[in-house]
């Protein structure tokens, strides 16, 4: 055994133990977080693997950074076939490299690879320092794995280059034969030495790479493909509960790194910092601070920095330390405007190609301002006061509703009636004339197609999905347990919305606390209806539309076609999509509890989907959200484009084609 032999084998063990210190400390970092079950249903976690990780589905939707990821993913299969065989041969020096036909194989397909990998870093780097691309950070730390990269392809070409110089008639590759034909003119003596070079460069920038790894951005290499596999597989729109009844609690949402779950936390480390969250931020977008890469990039390094202060004992902290792991992460690390920003989309969860999940963090901070520290915006208090004295955020009284249902010659279950489909007003169909428009033309719908329909009446009250995205879970709570008992005494056979937020609230969250019901959006009924000529569109409206994508409709629930296939069935309609559509749709700026704070920062988000619309030369923008209607009616107004172009919800266009008369 030579010096040489026996230094390998000591640096290879070196850093594999390093290594692995280092994997064990992250480990232990995230195992600080909160207990989270996210077993079971292991035949669909590893279709997600398989869709996410090996088909690279969420990458590709940039085409160009995902033709390069794909290229450097691949790569590394077939370039860790070289690097075994490489590390093999040092640390056992008789196995030997293959030759004949089984080297020639895997030499030229190194050789293909090798020039796609290189390909791929050129690409990297140009979008990176010469693009600018606004959503990459230009750092050192991309730029040496880029470097490490290269040095890693053309150090192992070299050393095929230099056997194949020695032997010559080992085995065949295409790039690894034209190289030892230029060093054979070298000598053999040159040949070893070459060798010998490459093969200690090879060596030191494998192994150090691999140390870096977990210091680096790259760590998520080894992360992602847990975190993609442990991915929340619950309704997109559920937020994880509160637990109220736990009188050990001392604070609630999310205060310090450890009031995170273990899966939060590993979110942290698969972050691959590629800024597709931010870039599709519409808060950030419109020139607001936030950052949800930045919210999820702070949080690991919080964690890397109390992380260590939490494992030990109060005891042993110092003053110092201890006010550290007592300062509260919103106000502290993130600043608490940055979370008041967020609409609670999904297009950051959306865009991410490690599915971590940015909002329930968001959300989980605000909660801890609001039920521990009592900080929230001025406004965010006058609609949680009106939602504790009169069951909903305008602070009126329940009577609109039943003056709906015997305007509209419907039952009201407050009075004892029981109707088949119970449709759920909302608040912003009992208390904003303009969304009362859009409950009007959707019951008519509904009565010219026989359907036995009904409201709550005076026992409907909001469903809590602003308090609860606002950060006051208790509230969401009280409101959510109340309507619960309420609709469980009812026993409706089918619970129909008109609001996306009430349908989410009810559909995915309802059922946490004993509300099990089926739900419909006006959108999938009234697209039932007219399939099944229950609701015929006769009148010809010559139209152009543009439909806006509600997130919570859309995104988070799936619901595209249907309201698309009724504009469709109108005579005379022609529909054009907007740039951002489906799950790339803008938010209109009203979801999140957003609907009731003020922007004050940059431009308003509702103006900016509005420019969107009305350039797609579209007459009418329509809508299945009263929360959307409203946002875009202002954001059209404020370009001052209301004498041209109208917003609509979808099924009021509807009524106008069956019910021209009495829609009119």
């Given amino acids: 055994m030579t010096v040489n032999h026996i230094f390998f084998i000591a640096l290879v063990a070196l850093a594999l133990l390093w290594f692995g210190l280092l994997?064990?400390?992250?480990?232990?970092?995230?195992?600080?977080?909160?207990?989270?079950?996210?077993?079971?249903?292991?035949?669909?976690?590893?279709?997600g693997v398989g869709k996410e990780v090996f088909g690279q589905h969420r990458v590709l939707n940039d085409r160009f950074s995902g033709t390069m990821h794909v290229l450097m993913f691949y790569g590394f299969f077939v370039v860790s076939v070289e690097t075994a065989i490489f590390f093999l041969d040092g640390l056992f020096p008789g196995v030997g490299s293959p030759g004949g036909v089984t080297g020639t194989v895997i030499d030229t397909a190194f050789d293909i690879v090798a020039v796609l990998v290189?390909?791929?870093?050129?690409?990297?780097?140009?979008?990176?320092?010469?693009?600018?691309t606004p959503r990459l950070v230009r750092n050192w730390d991309a730029g040496l794995v880029l470097i490490l990269i290269a040095l890693i392809i053309l150090a192992q070409l070299s050393i095929e280059g230099f056997q194949l110089a020695l032997a010559p008639h080992g085995s065949y590759a295409p790039l690894g034969s034209e190289l030892a034909g230029w060093f054979r003119q070298f000598g053999a003596g040159a040949d070893h030495t070459g060798l010998t070079i490459s093969i200690w460069v090879n060596a030191l920038v494998l192994l150090g790479f691999l140390v870096y790894l977990p210091y680096s951005k790259h760590f998520h290499l080894l992360v992602a493909p847990f975190n993609i596999y442990y991915r929340n597989l619950e309704p997109k729109g559920r937020l994880p509960a509160l637990n109220f009844e736990d009188e050990t609690?001392?604070?609630?949402?999310?205060?310090?790194?450890?009031?995170?779950?273990?899966?939060?936390?590993?979110?942290?480390?698969?972050?691959?910092q590629c800024g597709r969250c931010t870039e599709q931020c519409p808060a950030n977008q419109t020139g607001k601070h936030l950052s949800p890469k930045s919210i999820i990039v702070t949080l690991r390094q919080q964690l890397e920095e109390v992380g260590p202060l939490l494992?030990?004992?109060v005891a042993s902290r110092t003053a110092e330390e201890q006010e550290r792991v007592e300062l509260p992460l919103a106000g502290g690390a993130i600043l608490q405007d940055d979370l008041w920003a967020c609409t609670t989309c999904g297009a950051c969860v959306q865009a991410c190609p490690v599915l971590d999940e940015h909002v329930v963090k968001i959300v989980g901070m605000r909660q801890h301002m609001v039920l521990t520290q009592g900080e929230m915006p001025a406004e965010a208090q006058n609609v949680f006061r009106n939602m504790e004295t009169q069951g909903n955020p305008w602070g009126l009284g329940p009577d609109p509703r039943q003056e709906f249902a015997q305007a509209m010659g419907i039952k009201d279950v407050s009075?004892?009636?029981?109707?088949?489909?119970?449709?759920?007003?909302?608040?912003?169909?009992t208390y904003d004339d303009r969304a009362r428009k859009v409950a009007e033309a959707t019951v008519r719908l509904l009565k010219e197609a026989g359907v036995d329909v009904g409201v709550l009446g005076a026992l409907e009250k909001c469903t809590g999905d602003s308090a609860r995205r606002l950060g006051n879970e208790y509230l969401f709570q009280s409101l959510a347990t109340e309507n619960i008992e309420n609709l469980n005494a009812v026993s409706p056979e089918i619970i129909l919305t008109t609001c996306p937020h009430c349908f989410n609230t009810i559909k995915?969250?309802?059922?946490?606390?004993?509300?099990?019901y089926e739900v419909k959006h006006h959108a999938e009924y009234l697209s039932d209806l007219v399939s099944e000529g229950k609701l015929v569109p006769q009148t010809h409206l010559e139209e152009t539309l543009t439909y806006h994508d509600s997130c919570y409709l859309g995104r988070y629930n799936g619901i595209f076609d249907a309201p698309?296939?009724?504009?469709?069935?109108?005579?005379?309609?022609e529909l054009v999509e907007m740039d951002r559509s489906r799950e790339q749709s803008f938010c209109c700026g009203a979801g999140g509890g957003r609907m009731w704070l003020e922007e004050k920062e940059g431009q308003r988000i509702n103006q900016n989907r509005a420019q969107e619309a009305v350039s797609t030369g579209a007459t009418t923008v329509a809508t299945a959200c009263p929360f959307c209607l409203t946002m875009l009616k202002d954001g059209v107004q404020s370009l001052g484009e209301e004498d041209g172009v109208k917003v609509r919800d979808f099924s009021e266009i509807l009524a106008d084609a069956v019910l021209p008369v009495i829609s009119s």
């Fill in 23 to 47: 994997v064990q400390e992250k480990l232990e970092l995230v195992h600080l977080g909160q207990p989270e079950s996210r077993g079971g249903q292991a035949s669909k976690r590893w279709a």
């Fill in 564 to 573: 698309r296939d009724v504009l469709k069935s109108v005579p005379g309609v």
């Fill in 249 to 272: 609690a001392e604070s609630f949402g999310i205060g310090q790194v450890n009031d995170l779950t273990w899966k939060d936390l590993l979110d942290t480390y698969a972050c691959v």
């Fill in 311 to 313: 494992e030990k004992s």
């Fill in 415 to 429: 009075r004892g009636d029981n109707p088949k489909v119970l449709y759920w007003m909302g608040c912003a169909a």
């Fill in 118 to 132: 290189l390909i791929a870093v050129v690409m990297a780097a140009y979008k990176r320092y010469v693009a600018n």
């Fill in 508 to 516: 995915n969250e309802y059922p946490e606390f004993g509300g099990h």
